[in-house]
């Protein structure tokens, strides 16, 4: 994981506590059907416009 200011990070505690062995990590409980991670495309939003016309591709497409 990387620290990214006004970023956050789908993980699990195991993970978390992997990346961040100080504990310097906050998570928050979501439901298990909140987010269907198959149909779900992350990128930052300071992204390229090749990544931004991919997902727009995507979005139409799928």
């Known amino acids: 994981m990387s620290r ?4 956050a990070t789908i993980a699990t505690f195991e993970i978390a506590a992997a990346a961040l062995p100080d ?10 059907n ?3 991670l198959s149909e779900t495309v992350t990128y930052l939003k300071t992204a ?3 990544v931004l016309d991919l997902v727009t591709y995507l979005e139409n497409t799928l």
């Open 34 to 36: 909140f987010l269907k």
């Open 4 to 7: 990214v200011a006004g970023s």
């Open 23 to 32: 504990g310097e990590y906050n998570l928050m409980t979501l439901p298990k």
């Open 48 to 50: 390229d416009n090749q």
